[in-house]
């Protein structure tokens, strides 16, 4: 039997048609994830001109899963992104980074050993300029240069990518959030990586580059969704499961401690560690040190915040529960409406 397009529908996506914003959501997607491929091609491009080698093609493998990935969005969520992860913005990652790893090294060795190139000449040293798309400088420029290009497509992807449930006011929001994140990211990598005491010391440098790739991963979550009330059941155990997880698995909760575990914290530790061990004096280090220590302290003044203001909520619940109770057993007007949870009007004009 042939299904008609009613099952079909219901097969693929959200079981209707097309519309004029599906169309837009799946441009928006296609946008973004070329986007991230230009950035990626000149990665590869400035790494076959540095390191004489075409391995960094093969990061374009992980671009194949991007699209992949896409196509399985317009089949089942009409273009829209998934909810609270970015599997696109991961595959970016995963295909960048490692070259941006190696060009920053490789720029770094030049920097302090002077190395030569082994591109077939001897004569000619890794310290000449490269050029992509009419652009000419140095090995050490191109390094920064892509790792601000990073930051932008990030940042400029996820302002593309579709939303999904994700409202204008919480994208914007977002938005501005992640401009502050990119550039501490931005100064911890550029500025922490040319200080004397730490181009020398590669072990310095490779925690350096990894706590800067950690902090890049926070991109790739959705934290600012939130969850829609559902109807309360009446097992009181789920209940009080629910009244838990509501008060610690909040999303501005979550997005509190991934800031700090990926971002804040680690950067503070390493500052404290170039400062106290590898007794650095730079001015811009203490103050961005200091800067990662006030964060610190609002974001755990702010998680106080929120996790006392939902324990007051369900205190001040539980009471004007008890109290409807009291005055529904005695007769009088208030009543307890147990499917919603609510108190019917009249409960209030009585003094208590």
């Not at 990894?210 to 059941?233: E, N």
Request: aromatic residues 10%; proline residues 3%.
């Amino acid at each position: 039997m042939i299904p008609d397009q009613e099952e079909v529908l219901a097969l693929f996506g959200t079981g209707r048609p097309m519309r004029k914003h599906d169309w837009v959501n799946m441009l928006r997607g296609l946008v973004a994830r070329l986007l991230f491929t230009g950035h990626v091609v000149i990665c590869a491009k400035q790494y076959s001109q540095v390191i004489c080698d075409t391995k960094a093609w093969f990061m374009l493998i992980l671009l194949a899963v991007i699209y992949a990935e896409f196509i399985l969005l317009i089949v089942l969520r009409r273009g829209k992104e998934w909810k609270w992860f970015l599997l696109s913005i991961l595959c970016y990652l995963l295909a960048v980074v490692p070259t941006l790893w190696i060009l920053e090294i490789r720029s770094l060795k030049i920097l302090v050993d002077g190395m030569n190139n082994t591109c077939g000449d001897d004569s000619k040293t890794s310290t000449e300029n490269s050029t992509i798309l009419g652009l000419q400088m140095t090995h050490q420029e191109w390094s920064v240069t892509l790792q601000q290009i990073l930051l932008f497509v990030l940042i400029i992807g996820r302002w593309i990518l579709p939303r999904g449930p994700v409202t204008s006011d919480q994208i914007s929001q977002l938005l501005l959030i992640q401009i502050g994140i990119g550039a501490d990211i931005l100064e911890f990598s550029t500025e922490g990586l040319r200080l004397p005491e730490v181009e020398a010391q590669s072990s310095v440098v490779y925690v350096i580059l990894a706590v800067w790739t950690a902090s890049l991963f926070q991109f790739t979550l959705c934290l600012t969704v939130r969850k829609r009330r559902k109807p309360r059941a009446n097992d009181k155990g789920f209940q009080k499961f629910k009244s838990f997880a509501g008060m610690c698995c909040a999303t501005e909760v979550w997005s509190i401690i991934v800031t700090s575990s990926l971002q804040d914290g680690p950067f503070l530790l390493v500052r404290i560690y170039l400062i106290s061990i590898q007794e650095t004096q730079n001015q811009l280090l203490i103050f961005f040190m200091l800067k990662n220590i006030l964060v610190l302290l609002l974001q755990c003044y702010r998680l106080w915040v929120l996790l006392n203001r939902r324990l007051n909520m369900r205190r001040s619940q539980r009471i004007a529960v008890k109290l409807v109770k009291v005055r529904h057993e005695a007769g009088d007007v208030g009543t307890l409406d147990s499917r919603m949870g609510t108190l019917q009007p009249g409960f209030m004009d009585t003094k208590v």
